[in-house]
C-alpha cells in the first residue's frame, strides 16, 4: 500500500493499484495498446503489473470535475423550461415532462451501462460514455422540435452516467486509507453539478438564447474527452481470465444482470446500506423541494432570485468535501454512518424548531444537512464496496438506484405534505426519514459477519479509542498509519466486510 504523501502529488498522473482490487495474475494483466481498436493508448498510461500507477490528487480531482459536468447534462434544462416551451410553442405542462425523461434516461443507464465497470476497460467506457454524450448534446443544441428534443434528452440521460463509472473506480483505485478522501472529492463533484448547471443555464438563458447552453455542454464535454484521453491510465477488465469463482472463462453481461438480482437480495451489508441510503435520501430530497415554498411565503416572503441563489449554500458541502472524507478515513464506515445520522437529526431538529422565526436557523440547517448527508452517502457507499471489490460497478448502480428511489419518495411526499399540513409537518417527516435511516443502521453493527442479518457487536467503539490505539500502536512498532488502522479495526478498512483479496473468490 503506498503511502499518503506519495498520492497527493498533482504532478502524478497514473494510478497504484490498491491490494484488494488487483487484476487476475495472468498475461491478460497488459491491456490493449489501443482505444476503439485503433487509437493508440499513451505508452506512459498503459498497464504494467510490474509498474503499477500511482493514484494523485490531480486525477482525483480530474474524475471530480468530470463528474461535475456529465451530471450537469441532466440538470441544463431545468431553469429554461419556460424558454424552451416557447421556443418549441408547447404548453407548460408537455415540456415539465422533461426533465423526468432526461433522469428516467439516466435510470436506464444506472442500471444497464454502469454495470459494465465490471465487465470491459473502464477507460475505454468512460472515453466512449462522454464522446456519445457530447455527440447528443449537439443534436439538442440544433433540433426545431420537442418530440426530437424529447427523445435525445432521454439518450443523452442514458450516457450521461460517467459518475457512476469513477464512483467504483475510484474505490478500486485509490489506497484504504486514503478511500474516502478520494470519494468525498467525487461525490462533491456531482453536487457541485446540479450546482453548477442551473447556475449557468438560468443566467445564459436571461441573457442570450437557451441553445448556447448547450453549445457551452458541447465544448466542455469534448475538452473532457481529451483531457482524459491524456490522463485517465488504462487498466485491465476486472474479469481478465477468471470468472467471478476463479474460474477459467470470463463473466458475460447477462451474468453480470443476474448478479446484480442477487447481491440486491442476499447481502446484507447492501440491503442495509440501500435502506439507509434511501430513508436519507427522501429526507433531504423532502427539504430542497419545499425550502422554495417556505422561502416564498411567510415570514420571509422572498423573490425567485433570493431562493435561487439561496442554493449556493450548498457550496458549503461541496468544499468541506475532503475533510468529511478524511474524518472518514480515520473510522469504520459503519461509525461514521452513526455519527452523520445522529448529525442530520440534530440539524433536523433546527430546522423543525427554528424554521419561521429566524433566517440563520434555515441556513445553519441547510450547512448542516448538506454535510452530514454527504457524509453518510459516502461512508455508505465505502461499506457497501467492501462487499466484494471485483464487483463494485454492480454494486454501485444498486446503492445508487436507491437513492432514486428515496429522492422520488421524498419530493412527492414533501410536497403533498407541505400543501396539506405546513412547513413544521413536513420537517417532522423529513427528521421521520432520518430516524428510518438510523434505525436500520442500528439493527446491525459493524462486527457481524458478511451474511449476518441482525446482530451489533462491539460496533460502539469510539473514535478517541480507534485514534489512542493507533498511536499507541504506532510508538511500539513504527508501523504504517494504514496498517495500523488494519490492526485497530480487525479488518481491511469497511463496516465489518473486509475486502476479498487475492485468492479469495465471490459467493455468486
Same mark, same amino acid.
Given at each position: 500500500m503506498s503511502g499518503a504523501s506519495s498520492g497527493d502529488k498533482l504532478s502524478n498522473t497514473v494510478i497504484e493499484t490498491n491490494s484488494d482490487s488487483k487484476p487476475p495474475s495472468s498475461k491478460t494483466n497488459i491491456?490493449?495498446?489501443?482505444? @476503439?481498436? #485503433?487509437? !493508440?493508448?499513451?505508452?506512459?498510461?498503459?498497464?504494467?503489473?510490474?509498474? !503499477? %500507477?500511482? %493514484?494523485?490528487?490531480?486525477?482525483?480531482?480530474?474524475?471530480?470535475?468530470?463528474?461535475? %459536468?456529465?451530471?450537469?447534462?441532466?440538470?441544463w434544462c431545468q431553469p429554461i423550461l419556460i424558454e424552451l416551451s416557447s421556443s418549441f410553442d408547447v404548453s407548460y405542462n408537455e415540456i415539465s415532462k422533461l426533465p423526468t425523461l432526461i433522469q428516467a434516461g439516466y435510470a436506464t443507464g444506472l442500471l444497464f451501462i454502469s454495470p459494465l465497470g465490471d465487465l470491459v476497460r473502464r477507460r475505454q467506457l468512460l472515453l466512449i460514455l462522454i464522446i456519445v454524450s457530447a455527440s447528443l448534446t449537439i443534436g439538442l443544441s440544433l433540433t426545431p422540435n420537442l418530440p426530437a428534443f424529447q427523445i435525445l434528452s432521454f439518450l443523452v440521460g442514458v450516457s450521461s452516467v460517467t459518475p457512476q463509472v469513477l464512483l467504483p473506480l475510484t474505490a478500486?483505485?485509490?489506497?484504504?486509507?486514503?478511500?474516502?478522501?478520494?470519494?468525498?472529492?467525487?461525490? $462533491?463533484?456531482?453536487? %457541485?453539478?446540479?450546482?453548477?448547471?442551473?447556475?449557468f443555464s438560468g443566467l445564459i438563458a436571461q441573457f442570450a438564447n437557451w441553445r448556447i447552453t448547450y453549445y457551452?455542454?458541447?465544448?466542455?464535454?469534448?475538452?473532457?474527452?481529451?483531457?482524459?484521453?491524456?490522463?485517465?491510465?488504462?487498466?485491465?477488465?476486472?474479469?481478465?481470465?477468471?470468472?467471478?469463482?476463479?474460474?477459467?472463462?470470463?463473466?458475460?453481461?447477462?451474468?453480470?444482470?443476474?448478479?446484480?438480482?442477487?447481491?440486491?437480495?442476499? +447481502? !446484507?451489508?447492501?440491503?442495509q446500506g440501500c435502506l439507509c441510503n434511501m430513508g436519507s435520501a427522501a429526507a433531504f430530497s423532502s427539504f430542497w423541494v419545499t425550502l422554495t415554498f417556505l422561502l416564498g411565503g411567510e415570514p420571509y416572503n422572498y423573490s425567485t432570485l433570493i431562493i435561487g441563489l439561496f442554493g449556493?449554500?450548498?457550496?458549503?458541502?461541496?468544499? *468541506?468535501? !475532503? /475533510?468529511?472524507?478524511? #474524518?472518514?478515513? @480515520?473510522?469504520?464506515?459503519?461509525?461514521?454512518?452513526?455519527?452523520?445520522?445522529?448529525?442530520? /437529526?440534530? #440539524?433536523?431538529?433546527?430546522?423543525?424548531?427554528?424554521?419561521?422565526?429566524?433566517?440563520?436557523?434555515?441556513?445553519?440547517?441547510?450547512?448542516?444537512?448538506?454535510?452530514?448527508?454527504?457524509?453518510? +452517502?459516502? &461512508?455508505?457507499?465505502? $461499506?457497501?464496496? $467492501?462487499?466484494?471489490?471485483?464487483?463494485?460497478?454492480? *454494486?454501485?448502480?444498486?446503492?445508487?438506484? $436507491? *437513492? @432514486?428511489?428515496?429522492?422520488?419518495?421524498?419530493? &412527492?411526499a414533501g410536497t403533498k405534505v407541505f400543501l396539506t399540513y405546513g412547513w413544521r409537518a413536513t420537517a417532522a417527516m423529513t427528521l421521520g426519514f432520518t430516524l428510518w435511516a438510523l434505525i436500520i443502521l442500528l439493527m446491525r453493527g459493524p462486527e457481524c459477519e458478511r451474511y449476518t442479518w441482525f446482530g451489533f457487536g462491539s460496533g460502539l467503539r469510539g473514535i478517541r479509542d480507534i485514534v489512542c490505539g493507533v498511536q499507541d500502536l504506532h510508538r511500539s512498532t513504527g508501523r504504517s498509519k494504514a496498517q495500523l488502522e488494519k490492526s485497530v479495526n480487525g479488518r481491511s478498512d469497511a463496516g465489518g466486510q473486509r475486502d476479498i483479496g487475492e485468492g479469495e473468490t465471490e459467493k455468486e
Open positions: 491491456t490493449s495498446p489501443k482505444d @476503439f481498436g #485503433f487509437l !493508440p493508448v499513451p505508452k506512459r498510461l498503459r498497464y504494467d503489473p510490474d509498474n !503499477p %500507477f500511482h %493514484f494523485g490528487m490531480f486525477l482525483n480531482i480530474l474524475f471530480g470535475v468530470t463528474s461535475t %459536468f456529465s451530471v450537469a447534462n441532466l440538470y478500486d483505485l485509490a489506497p484504504p486509507s486514503r478511500r474516502a478522501t478520494a470519494m468525498s472529492i467525487v461525490f $462533491s463533484g456531482l453536487l %457541485f453539478g446540479i450546482l453548477i448547471a442551473r447556475v457551452m455542454a458541447i465544448g466542455i464535454q469534448w475538452v473532457l474527452v481529451l483531457v482524459l484521453f491524456w490522463n485517465v491510465p488504462d487498466y485491465p477488465p476486472k474479469n481478465a481470465g477468471k470468472d467471478a469463482h476463479g474460474e477459467d472463462g470470463k463473466l458475460g453481461y447477462g451474468k453480470i444482470m443476474w448478479t446484480m438480482v442477487k447481491f440486491s437480495v442476499t +447481502e !446484507p451489508v447492501l440491503i449556493l449554500i450548498g457550496m458549503v458541502g461541496v468544499a *468541506l468535501a !475532503p /475533510l468529511v472524507g478524511r #474524518f472518514i478515513d @480515520f473510522l469504520i464506515p459503519w461509525q461514521a454512518s452513526l455519527v452523520a445520522c445522529i448529525g442530520l /437529526l440534530l #440539524f433536523q431538529i433546527v430546522q423543525v424548531v427554528g424554521n419561521g422565526l429566524n433566517i440563520a436557523a434555515v441556513i445553519i440547517a441547510t450547512v448542516g444537512l448538506d454535510v452530514f448527508r454527504q457524509m453518510l +452517502e459516502t &461512508s455508505l457507499a465505502i $461499506s457497501i464496496f $467492501s462487499i466484494a471489490p471485483h464487483a463494485r460497478a454492480r *454494486l454501485n448502480a444498486i446503492y445508487i438506484l $436507491s *437513492l @432514486f428511489i428515496g429522492q422520488v419518495l421524498g419530493s &412527492s
